[in-house]
């Protein structure tokens, strides 16, 4: 993320619309990828991203607005595009009886350039001792692992991942993750979209969040929570009955709510925590509890669309 | 560069299809099965072969299973591209610089491939089992019987391209190309049909496949036979071209 860098966006969107129907998708979009970065497209089910995202990829054709992907246009390019992107689809399947190997060699085949080693891409996604079987006796992870290497294979400039996670259990999730991670450090842009909000934070170096076919905000993943979410909440448990009050002094301090023993304490500022235990150390104040609730891009989401991005 | 893409991608569709449990068996062994069970059942029931009989053993069976054959491939191709509709393959593969008339070529390489293969052991069974033996020119007939499958792959093509679902893709194709061959001449000639069903049977390629078929298993010339082939062709251009239009990716 060198600010200096002064090279043309990897992807510029301007101003996409696409309808279907009567249904708007995606209205009036507008980002840039940069070079380098892992950038994702975050928002619920519905919401527009894998419209947006296949616009960039040639594979529909947007309303209106303009479209540049590696300085070509994706749809009058495709094939030139095509031929310098890696693609995966969400929800895609292949050929029920395909073997791994034969679906890597398949598609090493359809490309001008030459291909990176297959064996090598099976061997870095760990599925060397799956090469011989079915594409429908492989698990969900196995499968998505088997399209990032089918999106790998020639050696492209832009990698796009659609919903790469979804379906997947915690720990095959974090696996996939690390093979994102890998794909940047080889140099490569990865568009991705996503509705899990712990994906993008853990991923992506920018994301834009999306909601009804709109562009909400855009930026990396810290400076969405500090723009809107500044408020940190301590919660903390304790017997003192005195306390409630002192909280209460703290001039950074909101709002505190008790139950019972439980203290919700919100305020803002960089001195915030530290004003807190401050508080606690001078009036010798016993805590049984201490915890920061750190806003996270679910509490973004939240405060930005009103509702959680689950419902 | 594309046929290195079309040439993998129709040998990997061939293994594919050979590793199904029943797509082998269903479409080279149910043709083939046909021939033989009645041709057998036929050439027992006449003792002293009569003409009309001896004329079915030596015509008209071998041709109904050449149809068979056709319809069988034709069958495959519509499940197999709504199957593969349904599952996002025909989107996966157009996500790369596959063109989308490669893909949709494969399959149809993959078909022609099956039918001349059934037709090979067709008259390989047949020379072993078959009750009369017969003489036809086999490389005219395999070019006929190509020739006939490829107009109704065409046919094949726009049904695939219409049917709502997977599930449906098998039962909505059969029951449009079987009543087609009862129509087809095959059973009756096309002339002596109510002028109703005849002008049905102008329009479907079935009857032209099946005048073009039966001419050329009789030792025919080509030359009488170019109206069929003229009408076959016309067919596959009207239904290429409307499924080019109408045909969805996913």
């Excluded at chain 1, 429908?136 to 996670?165: C, H, Y």
């Excluded at chain 1, 139950?259 to 500022?269: E, M």
């Excluded at chain 2, 006449?46 to 149809?67: C, E, K, N, T």
């Amino acid at each position: 993320m060198n600010s200096l860098r002064t090279s043309v966006p990897v992807i510029q969107v301007s101003g996409i619309r696409k309808t279907y129907g009567r249904t708007v998708a995606v209205d009036e979009v507008s980002f840039e990828v940069n070079d380098g970065e892992i950038f994702g497209l975050i928002g619920p089910n519905g919401a527009g991203k894998t419209t947006t995202m296949e616009c960039i990829e040639g594979i529909r054709k947007p309303d209106r607005g303009s479209i540049s992907v590696l300085g070509l246009d994706p749809f009058r390019q495709v094939y030139k595009l095509q031929e310098r992107i890696g693609v995966q689809l969400q929800q895609a399947q292949l050929q029920k009886r395909i073997k791994v190997w034969e679906a890597v060699d398949l598609w090493a085949s359809l490309y001008r350039k030459k291909s990176i080693d297959g064996e090598r891409l099976l061997e870095q996604l760990g599925l060397v001792d799956k090469r011989d079987a079915w594409f429908m006796n492989l698990s969900g992870g196995q499968k998505q692992r088997l399209f990032i290497a089918l999106a790998l294979i020639n050696d492209p400039e832009v990698v796009f991942l659609d919903e790469l996670t979804t379906g997947l259990d915690p720990q095959a999730r974090r696996a996939i993750w690390e093979l994102v991670r890998g794909i940047r450090e080889r140099g490569k842009t990865v568009f991705l979209t996503t509705h899990l909000m712990e994906e993008a934070e853990r991923l992506c170096d920018r994301v834009a969040i999306i909601e009804h076919g709109r562009i909400i905000d855009i930026d990396t993943p810290q400076r969405l929570v500090d723009r809107h979410c500044p408020e940190r909440i301590v919660a903390l448990a304790t017997a003192d009955p005195a306390a409630e009050e002192r909280f209460g002094a703290i001039p950074q301090v909101e709002s505190v709510v008790r139950s019972d023993l439980q203290f919700t304490i919100r305020g803002r500022g960089e001195d915030f925590v530290t004003e807190v235990i401050h508080c606690l150390s001078e009036n010798r104040i016993r805590v049984t509890d201490f915890r920061m609730i750190v806003p996270n891009l679910e509490d973004v989401f939240l405060k930005l669309t009103g509702h959680s991005i689950r419902d | 560069m594309m046929l290195r893409g079309l040439w993998k991608l129709t040998w990997i569709e061939i293994k594919v299809f050979m590793r199904e449990p029943l797509g082998a068996f269903g479409t080279i062994g149910f043709p083939v099965l046909v021939f033989l069970v009645v041709g057998r059942a036929a050439g027992r029931n006449v003792a002293a072969p009569s003409l009309a009989a001896s004329g079915f053993l030596r015509v008209g069976l071998p041709v109904l299973a050449s149809l068979l054959i056709a319809v069988s491939s034709v069958l495959s191709l519509v499940t197999i591209i709504s199957i593969y509709r349904e599952g996002g393959i025909l989107k996966r593969l157009r996500a790369t610089p596959l063109r989308p008339q490669t893909i949709l070529s494969a399959q149809v390489i993959v078909k022609l491939m099956l039918t001349a293969a059934t037709l090979g052991l067709m008259v390989l069974a047949g020379k072993r089992y078959y009750p009369i033996s017969v003489h036809v020119p086999l490389f005219g007939f395999t070019i006929a019987l190509l020739i006939s499958t490829l107009s109704i792959l065409s046919v094949g093509f726009l049904i695939a391209s219409i049917v709502p679902t997977a599930r449906f893709a098998q039962p909505i194709g059969a029951a449009i190309l079987y009543p087609m061959i009862a129509v087809s001449g095959l059973f009756t000639p096309v002339n002596s049909m109510p002028p109703v069903l005849q002008a049905v049977a102008r329009v479907l390629p079935m009857t032209y496949a099946v005048s073009l078929m039966e001419g050329i298993w009789k030792g025919d010339a080509w030359w009488p036979h170019m109206g069929d082939v003229a009408a076959l062709a016309v067919v596959f251009v009207i239904c290429t071209a409307l499924s080019a239009k109408v045909f969805r990716w996913e």
